[in-house]
């Protein structure tokens, strides 16, 4: 897995934790 410091992660996991981060992943860089 990589890195938590990586936004990318942290969107990805945060996705897969709540269905609405996952949507807000694609308004945010």
């Known amino acids: ?3 938590i410091d990586n936004p ?3 969107f990805s996991l ?5 269905p609405a981060a996952g949507s ?3 308004s945010n860089p």
Request: aromatic share 0%.
């Open 24 to 26: 807000s992943r694609s």
């Open 8 to 10: 990318v992660t942290k």
């Open 1 to 3: 897995m990589e890195s």
């Open 14 to 18: 945060a996705g897969k934790s709540s």
